[in-house]
């Protein structure tokens, strides 16, 4: 048996383990493996798709499967639902994203002629925003579904989902391993993936970071990933307005001791004062969480565009936020990171959420003793 086969066999294990909880999903054999590959073994016509409002996990892994699969001699095409953010758009590939919103018609002849679709980053279609999932409804297409969050639906034929892997760009990584292809990992490819990595682990330091995780994540760098300037090109070109918003998120930042929570709001008239751009929101929620005593954070932003309260929930411990965020705020996502929205104003946001808070107290308090 090779190496291979033995960690295949031990994630199915972990994930039939974890799953069966919530739906009888047929998740990946390796006969599915094998069968992908003899498909992919002709040139074919392939879409790959991120979740709406991608992020550096979601961007991160359909560039990596964008590049592996054109450098296969595939026709791909990645579609974007809408647009993401700047500090992502340096990644090898950014430049060829198609946008659903902008670019719709090519966007959908793309769906319509795609024989085989990659969903990366997500779990529900839902998640491609009403119009591109509409589109998504009408074609009679294959689905390989690789993903990390969970309560996954049984939307896609190949379902590669564990709940345990840190980030979508790591499963990739394993998903190339399956088929026995990571030789075929380039400079470009191993750009893409430790970008996703390092974006959704927290830069290495969620507690789903494993050694494994820092094994690819080495043989990442070895293939050509530039790590210390990945880090700068995500993290170290802010804008003045984006450090002057955050200034503001930390003045607006409410610490609920008794609940071990804190909460940071930001308005749409700080978003405006402050020069906005998309992204510039991003990881605000983390210095909630970063306060001593403090096990659940969360972030409420009016979005104009979409007319709601976006939420971001974030929690250390046993505390889990995919829960809270499911049961009162229409999201979901992962145990210690999800999100959310309120279609109500900030105000009766904020005053549902306190009350919903005191259910919670005991079980806040309990996961909080024992971190
Ligand atoms: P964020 O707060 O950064 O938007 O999201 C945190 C995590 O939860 C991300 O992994 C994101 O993909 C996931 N997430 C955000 N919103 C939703 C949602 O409405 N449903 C589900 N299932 N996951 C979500
Ligand atoms: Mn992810």
New binding site residues.
């Given amino acids: 048996m090779n190496n291979a086969y033995i960690k295949f066999y031990n994630y199915i294990i972990v994930i039939n383990g974890i799953s069966k909880k919530y739906v009888d999903l047929l998740l990946m054999t390796k006969k599915d493996f094998i069968d992908l590959k003899h498909f992919l073994a002709i040139p074919r016509n392939i879409a790959v798709i991120p ?1 709406k ?1 991608a ?1 550096g ?2 961007i991160g892994s359909v560039l990596a499967c964008y590049h592996y699969l054109k450098n296969q001699g595939h026709y791909v095409r990645v579609v974007s639902p809408n647009d993401y953010p700047e500090f992502l758009k340096w990644l090898p590939g950014s430049q060829d994203v198609l946008r659903f919103d902008l670019q719709n018609k090519q966007s959908k002849r793309v769906l319509n002629s795609a024989e085989l679709i990659f969903l990366m ?4 279609m839902g ?1 491609v925003g009403d119009d591109m999932q509409h589109t998504m409804e009408t074609l009679d297409t294959t689905y390989v579904m690789i993903d990390h ?3 996954p639906s049984a939307v896609a034929k190949y379902l590669y989902s564990d709940t345990s892997i840190c980030a979508t760009a790591q499963m990739f990584y394993h998903f190339l391993e399956q088929i026995g292809d990571v030789n075929a990992i380039s400079k470009e490819i191993a750009t893409c993936m430790y970008t996703g990595i390092l974006t ?1 682990t927290g830069s290495f330091r969620f507690p789903n970071t494993t050694p494994t995780t820092h094994r690819i994540v080495a043989e990442l760098i070895e293939k050509g990933a530039d790590n210390a300037r990945i880090y700068d090109s995500v993290f170290d070109q802010n804008t003045y307005g984006r450090l002057q918003l955050l200034g503001q998120a930390l003045q607006n930042l409410v610490v609920i001791d008794a609940y071990h929570t804190a909460y940071i709001t930001i308005s749409k008239a700080e978003k405006l004062k402050f020069d906005f751009q998309k992204g510039d929101t ?1 990881g605000i ?1 983390n210095y909630a969480l970063s306060i001593k005593g403090i096990i659940f954070g969360v972030i409420f932003i009016e979005d104009e565009e979409q007319e709601m309260i ?4 974030r929690s250390k411990g046993s505390f889990s936020v995919n829960q809270f ?1 499911r049961n009162h705020f ?5 145990d210690n ?5 309120s279609r109500e104003n900030m105000e009766q946001t904020l005053k549902r959420f306190k009350s919903i808070l005191i259910e919670y107290k005991e079980i806040l308090k309990k996961s909080y003793v024992t971190i």
Avoid at 121 to 124: G, K, R, S
Avoid at 310 to 313: L, V
Avoid at 337 to 341: D, E, P, S
């Fill in positions: 979740h409002n992020d996990d979601a980053d997500f779990n529900e998640r969050h969970q309560q959704d991003e929620v976006k939420i971001s929930f965020s229409e999201g979901g996502g992962h990171a999800a999100g959310g929205r």
